[in-house]
């Protein structure tokens, strides 16, 4: 029989409320909040893990009756104002917690955060397979620790994948072939010349057309593009064409954008030519940020522009030191940013290239062009100090620091072999984490 004792929960309460007070009436203004932003993130998730733990005991006690309420949920939308969506998810994830001793454990910690427990719950609810999520919930909840909820999602749909395929459900060992099997294009043209198109992809395929044409998307879409993301896509699609077809048969690649700029001018001593194949002048920091990542070539001409000598073009990040430096950054290093590889450019981070600056990964710094932050250190005057293979400070135009940021850390690797290991990793779990109740 369920026993409320009224008098201790309202004095926890009430000494919580008072710590609350506290924490508005303090004065915040031209106070750092560094440290207690982060202290209160911690806090925040215990504070979340102990509702939690509540509302499992509310529910499994059936204290709701006693209101006319139907259910746990039900009763937190009727004298909570929840909404019901948040009401019935709080409930699962009281229930799904109390089986996840591992994940409470870090939760109760403030180790991880209420986000974190939620993709964990889902990767439970989603696997169907309870007994093998006991075994890796260790190393789920590691990835965790370290990661972001994102991290987590996808370290999750990868070991769902493993024990999909170690345990064949759904033919899940010949369901890529199937899904190969079932591509297929079909383009045709009306009597007027409007072209259809319509076509199923497998899943690596799908990958490689959504990462191109979200390349293409973000280079051509402008602030108040007045096209719909449709017709956003339509255009970049035809890009996507149209650059395939520029790199065909004409005996060398066709420059995307032509610039032509006076040595003098490039390198800040001189005030000189600096303007587009098409005679629209633009900014020699411009020509910097392009410069970035580029394929350069000088071309020596003379007064009435006859060419006198042509150099061999150079490209100043390759391809190879690009993956590389993708791969270190994880996308944008600019404080707060969270643009992945496919949205960033390479930057001569410490020493710019016209300055003599190494064209290597020591010297690249993943920047993203989606929200202008190369374009920002370039035309906006932002500086970078530090080393790009550790931590790296950003300084706006006054030199006032912006943030700092390091390699994006990688999640811990999942194990994957389902056989042997499991009475190990099992044995492990056993020993680790306690329970809600």
């Given at each position: 029989?369920?026993v409320?004792?009224?008098?201790?929960?309202?004095?926890?309460?009430?000494?919580?409320r008072?710590?609350?007070?506290?924490l508005?009436a303090?004065?915040?203004?031209?106070?750092?909040?560094?440290?207690?932003?982060?202290?209160?993130?911690?806090?925040l998730?215990?504070?979340?893990?102990?509702?939690?733990?509540?509302?499992?005991?509310?529910?499994?006690?059936?204290?709701?009756?006693a209101?006319?309420?139907?259910?746990?949920?039900?009763?937190?939308?009727?004298?909570?104002?929840?909404?019901?969506?948040?009401?019935?998810?709080?409930?699962?994830?009281?229930?799904?917690?109390?089986?996840?001793?591992?994940?409470?454990?870090?939760?109760?910690?403030?180790?991880?955060?209420?986000?974190?427990?939620?993709?964990?719950?889902?990767?439970?609810?989603a696997?169907?397979?309870?007994?093998?999520?006991?075994?890796?919930?260790?190393?789920?909840?590691?990835?965790?620790?370290?990661?972001?909820?994102?991290?987590?999602?996808?370290?999750?749909q990868?070991?769902?994948d493993?024990?999909?395929?170690?345990?064949d459900?759904?033919?899940?060992?010949?369901?890529?072939?199937?899904?190969?099997?079932?591509?297929?294009?079909?383009?045709?043209?009306?009597?007027?010349?409007?072209?259809?198109?319509?076509?199923?992809l497998?899943?690596?395929?799908?990958?490689?057309?959504?990462?191109?044409?979200?390349?293409v998307?973000?280079?051509?879409?402008?602030?108040?593009?007045?096209?719909?993301?449709?017709?956003?896509?339509?255009?970049?699609?035809?890009?996507?064409?149209?650059q395939?077809?520029?790199?065909?048969?004409r005996?060398a690649?066709?420059?995307?954008?032509?610039v032509?700029?006076?040595?003098?001018t490039?390198a800040?001593?001189?005030?000189?030519?600096?303007?587009t194949?098409?005679?629209?002048?633009?900014?020699?920091?411009?020509?910097?940020?392009?410069?970035?990542?580029?394929?350069?070539?000088?071309?020596?001409?003379?007064?009435?522009?006859?060419?006198l000598?042509?150099?061999?073009?150079?490209?100043?990040?390759?391809?190879?030191q690009?993956?590389?430096?993708?791969?270190?950054?994880?996308?944008?290093?600019?404080?707060?940013?969270?643009?992945?590889?496919?949205?960033?450019?390479?930057?001569?981070?410490?020493?710019?290239w016209?300055?003599?600056?190494?064209?290597?990964?020591?010297?690249?710094?993943?920047?993203?062009r989606?929200?202008?932050?190369?374009?920002?250190i370039?035309?906006?005057?932002?500086?970078?100090?530090?080393?790009?293979?550790?931590?790296?400070?950003?300084?706006?135009?006054?030199?006032?620091?912006?943030?700092?940021?390091?390699?994006?850390?990688?999640?811990?690797?999942?194990?994957?072999?389902?056989?042997?290991?499991?009475?190990?990793?099992?044995?492990?779990?056993?020993?680790?984490?306690?329970?809600?109740?």
């Open positions: 029989m369920f409320y004792d009224e008098g201790m929960t309202s004095d926890l309460v009430g000494k919580l008072d710590a609350v007070d506290e508005a303090a004065k915040i203004v031209g106070c750092s909040q560094r440290e207690d932003v982060a202290a209160l993130w911690c806090e998730a215990r504070l979340d893990a102990q509702f939690t733990r509540r509302v499992g005991e509310f529910d499994r006690a059936v204290e709701w009756a209101d006319g309420a139907r259910s746990a949920s039900g009763w937190l939308v009727a004298k909570c104002r929840a909404a019901s969506g948040e009401a019935h998810h709080r409930v699962k994830v009281a229930r799904q917690i109390a089986a996840m001793p591992v994940a409470w454990a870090a939760w109760e910690a403030g180790a991880i955060s209420s986000r974190h427990v939620d993709a964990l719950t889902r990767v439970r609810h696997a169907d397979a309870d007994e093998y999520f006991a075994v890796f919930e260790p190393a789920l909840v590691q990835v965790a620790r370290e990661g972001r909820p994102e991290d987590v999602a996808s370290s999750g990868q070991w769902r493993a024990l999909d395929s170690h345990l459900r759904d033919g899940a060992n010949g369901r890529d072939a199937k899904a190969r099997e079932r591509r297929g294009l079909d383009f045709s043209k009306s009597l007027d010349g409007v072209g259809f198109l319509k076509g199923t497998d899943v690596e395929d799908t990958d490689i057309v959504d990462t191109a044409l979200r390349r998307y973000d280079q051509q879409h402008v602030e108040g593009d007045p096209r719909s993301p449709r017709q956003q896509r339509a255009d970049a699609l035809v890009e996507l064409c149209r395939s077809l520029d790199r065909q048969g005996g690649n066709r420059p995307h954008v032509i032509t700029v006076d040595a003098e490039l800040g001593e001189a005030v000189g030519r600096c303007e194949l098409s005679g629209y002048r633009i900014s020699p920091e411009t020509v910097r940020r392009l410069a970035c990542d580029a394929i350069m070539q000088r071309i020596v001409v003379n007064a009435a522009g006859v060419s000598e042509m150099g061999r073009a150079e490209r100043t990040f390759t391809p190879d690009y993956r590389a430096i993708m791969v270190r950054d994880g996308g944008c290093r600019f404080p707060g940013c969270d643009q992945g590889p496919e949205r960033c450019e390479a930057h001569h981070a410490m020493v710019h016209e300055d003599g600056g190494l064209t290597d990964v020591a010297n690249g710094l993943g920047v993203c989606g929200r202008g932050h190369h374009r920002l370039h035309e906006g005057g932002w500086t970078i100090e530090g080393d790009p293979n550790g931590e790296v400070a950003f300084f706006d135009p006054d030199g006032n620091p912006q943030g700092s940021t390091r390699p994006r850390k990688q999640p811990p690797p999942l194990p994957t072999r389902l056989g042997s290991e499991i009475a190990c990793i099992r044995a492990r779990a056993g020993a680790l984490g306690s329970s809600p109740r």
